[in-house]
């Protein structure tokens, strides 16, 4: 019987795919694939070697990027040694996931930009904007959101700006409130979809979804704020007539970025209609239903026994991958 470690802690809703109660969801649909399932709440680096050392697995699935006691923010990490992923690299300990350097370019969504754009791979103009620095010079309206966060942490009708005022106001709010640089990007005002990729090699599939919300959940504009994910308020429809595109500018990023697992790609259509990728997700959400894998994974594979049952097989999915990739099958 195999045994996966599952960890999490205080950003774990923050950072990745959930809190202790998504957690144990996931704990149990991997029990109930007949592998077992051990949780680890840790919130310093000590728990966390503790937790390395005190349980037998062969694989690890964490939640965190890095150990942090935020719970509401992700943030870049101090330094290299609060990355899961580099502690786990230097103890030749197989994971779920992407590699440190892949995560760490993720969070960093300047960064994500660069490699995807270098690659021929879609996405919106961007300026990383530290504090102090001046303003450019760019078409309006624009888009503006921390640079290292996630689940729309950050963004609000005010996000989008256009004048000159509106722009250096929200930067200025970035940089006090999250104190990290501010992204600006082209305000990208069409229909957003979703492409979760999921697994590797033979088990490798990219399942795309248009993101659906109710309209009078909105403000002044059609974006999604941090209280509309995560709550059952965005559902997955089918893509259509977008499906093929939407797949093929998202392998294009995965391979760039070297992903693996279970990594989502968001995007949006810009004034001129051409998808263009606005964020990379390395740990996307995994509640029950709500969250979008779940979502997207019964839109394309649904059972006689409903989303739950779903639920466990999209779980035992990205468990049974990851253990073919390390050969522990």
Not at 237 to 255: D, F, G, Q, W, Y
Request: proline share 6%.
């Amino acid at each position: 019987m195999k045994n996966v470690l599952l960890i999490t802690g205080p950003a774990g809703d923050a950072q990745g795919w959930g809190d202790m109660a998504v957690t144990q969801e996931i704990a149990d649909a991997i029990n109930a694939s007949g592998k077992q399932a051990e949780i680890a709440f840790v919130s310093s680096l000590k728990e966390l070697d503790t937790a390395l050392d005190s349980h037998k697995f062969d694989l690890i699935w964490s939640a965190l990027y890095h150990v942090s006691e935020k719970s509401e923010t992700i943030g870049m990490s101090d330094g290299d040694d609060n990355w899961l992923a580099d502690i786990f690299d230097a103890r030749d300990l197989p994971y779920i996931g992407p590699d440190a350097a892949t995560m760490k370019a993720l969070i960093h969504k300047t960064t994500t930009h660069g490699i995807m754009d270098r690659a021929g791979v879609p996405v919106p103009y961007h300026y990383q904007i530290e504090a102090g620095q001046a303003l450019p010079d760019i078409a309006l309206p624009a888009f503006v959101k921390p640079s290292y966060e996630s689940r729309s942490v950050g963004i609000s009708d005010n996000s989008v700006v256009n004048t000159p005022e509106e722009l250096a106001a929200q930067v200025a709010f970035i940089h006090e409130t999250y104190d990290q640089p501010a992204l600006v990007e082209e305000y990208l005002p069409g229909q957003e979809y979703t492409v979760l990729m999921l697994g590797n090699g033979e088990f490798q599939e990219f399942l795309p979804g248009k993101v659906m919300v109710d309209p009078s959940l909105f403000g002044d504009y059609p974006i999604l704020r941090s209280d509309l994910r995560g709550v059952g308020a965005t559902k997955i429809k089918p893509v259509n007539s977008l499906t093929e595109e939407s797949i093929e500018v998202t392998r294009k990023a995965m391979e760039a970025l070297n992903c693996l697992d279970h990594v989502r790609a968001d995007m949006r259509l810009d004034s001129a209609g051409h998808l263009k990728i606005i964020e990379v997700n390395g740990i996307p959400g995994l509640k029950p239903i709500k969250s979008w894998s779940p979502q997207i994974y019964t839109l394309h594979h649904p059972s006689d026994q409903g989303p739950m049952e779903d639920y466990r097989r999209l779980i035992d999915h990205i468990v049974s991958s990851a253990l073919a990739r390390y050969n522990l099958t």
